[in-house]
Every structure is written in C-alpha cells, then in structure tokens.
C-alpha cells in the first residue's frame, strides 16, 4: 500500500498571498489530520476530516481552511499569509474512524512566508 | 486542555547505552499515546502506538510504557546506534466530542555518540 504523500515538498510566498497544500492519504485511510511545525516546536492540530467532513479544529483562525475528497485525498487552504505562518505543514491520514487509531504522516510541505 | 511535556529536551549518549525518553501529560482521559521520530526537516515516522488499556508495546530495540494514571510514558531504546540520532515527539489522543486530535510534546533531541 502506497503511503502518505504531500505537494508540494517546498514553497515560498509572499505575506498577503494564498496557498494551498495538498496530501494524498495512505490507502484504505477515510481520515486526514493537519499539523503546523513551527521550527523547534511539536506539531499544532490545526483540523480533521472524515469522510468529507470537518471532524475538529485546533486554535486556528479561519483564514486555515480545509477541504476532504471522495477520495479522502485532502487540501490545506491558508489566506492572507502572515510571516508566522512560516513552518512546516504535516498531514497525517487514519484507518479509524474519527482519527483514533494511528497516524500515519506525510513527509510534509515546508511554507516561507516572505 | 491537554499538555504534554517531554523531558530531557535534548540527549547525548555514546554509542551502545541504553537509554530513557519521558513523557507526561496532564488528562489522563486519553485513547492512545504514540511515539514517533523525526528526523532533521523531515515528516515524523511512527515508532509505537499504545493503547490507553496496554501498559507497554515493544518493536525490536524500543519498549514503550504507558502509566496512565500518573500521567506518563516511557520509551527505553537498547544498544543505542548513531542511525538513531534524530528528534523523538510523544503525542496524546485525548478524548473530545468532536475535537479528536494529537497533542505533542515538544520533543526530545537525541544525539547517539560513535
């Protein structure tokens, strides 16, 4: 089975612009969890899916938006980036339902904001 | 709010010393802990998952323990190696109706000495 995969791997853009990132869940997977890494810091939930639905949100605001697939592949949307924005963005996917059982991560998507 | 803190931050050993990694965390109303390693500027490979009825879970080298009541976990790495050199996160699944997430630790550094 093919595992989690992200794109794209690096990114830079400018405070103000839009982004978005995608994941690819591992096969037979119907949940997809994202994270934000800032440098030196342990992974910040940012929200759920399942089965195309949000499932639970971190502390972040609404400009982090997401989106689930039929295919439970998933897109991580960021507006209006700001300069702490910068980091590390992981998705981890999940054969359980609501994300209970064990995550599975992606190699990430690392975002500069200039 | 669940915390999870993982002490020492950082850990030099000499190459073939076993060793201890520890995690606490605040809620013990948890599903699961997991371990994970990550290496420099990379995504987070899952290491172990336990259970919140398992005490322990063991693969190879590793042995972690789980404490639920007190808070804490332990992962025990044996004959140390410098391939295990890397950043170790230790991450909650807490209960929440409709807020299922990991919450991390900020991790422990690990540097195995040849």
């Known amino acids: 089975e093919t595992g989690v995969t992200q794109s794209p791997t690096h990114l830079i853009k400018t405070r103000g612009q839009q982004v978005t990132l995608r994941c690819s869940s591992q096969s037979g997977h119907n949940t997809v969890s994202w994270y934000q890494q800032a440098l030196g810091q342990g992974p910040q939930f940012i929200f759920q899916?399942?089965?195309?639905?949000?499932?639970g949100r971190g502390n972040f605001p609404p400009r982090f938006s997401g989106l689930q697939f039929p295919n439970y592949s998933s897109e991580l949307n960021v507006n209006a980036l700001e300069l702490d924005d910068s980091a590390l963005y992981l998705c981890?996917?999940?054969?359980?339902?609501?994300?209970?059982?064990?995550?599975?991560f992606g190699p990430g998507t690392r975002l500069t904001v200039t | 709010k669940q915390e999870v803190t993982q002490i020492p931050a950082a850990l030099s050993v000499p190459e073939g010393e076993n060793l201890v990694l520890n995690c606490s965390f605040t809620?013990?109303?948890?599903?699961?802990l997991q371990w994970f390693r990550q290496d420099p500027g990379k995504g987070l490979t899952s290491l172990l998952l336990i259970q919140s009825s398992q005490r322990e879970q063991t693969s190879g080298r590793l042995n972690a323990s789980l404490d639920k009541s007190s808070g804490r976990s332990t992962l025990y790495i044996a004959a140390s190696q410098p391939g295990d050199s890397a950043t170790y996160l230790c991450?909650?699944?807490?209960?929440?109706?409709?807020?299922?997430?990991?919450?991390f630790g900020t991790g422990t550094r690990l540097t195995i000495i040849p």
């Open positions: 981890a996917s999940s054969r359980e339902a609501g994300g209970l059982g064990e995550q599975y």
């Open positions: 809620d013990s109303a948890i599903y699961n």
């Open positions: 899916y399942y089965r195309e639905e949000e499932n």
């Open positions: 991450a909650v699944a807490s209960r929440g109706f409709g807020n299922e997430k990991l919450t």
